[in-house]
């Protein structure tokens, strides 16, 4: 994994995504940052009533776009 894109994070939108079995699920949040970089870390920050917040914590797994401010 290329870890260098990590180094860059700022402050700004992200899209997180997620699976609910087949279906891709998303929302859009302002906090997603590097906590450590072996193993690669990121915090993010999510309403814990947000349904996307339930498809991480079943699968374990989520996806962070960036929006680019352009």
Do not use: W
């Not at 260098?4 to 997603?32: H, Q, W």
């Amino acid at each position: 994994m290329d870890v260098t894109t990590l180094f860059n994070l700022s402050y700004g939108l992200f899209i997180i995504g997620a699976k609910d079995g087949e279906r891709n699920v998303g929302c859009v949040v302002n906090t997603v940052m590097q906590t450590t970089s072996n193993p690669v870390t990121l915090s993010v920050c999510i309403n814990k009533n947000n349904f996307t917040n339930v498809c991480i914590k079943k699968t374990k797994e989520f996806a962070v776009h960036f929006i680019r401010e352009h």
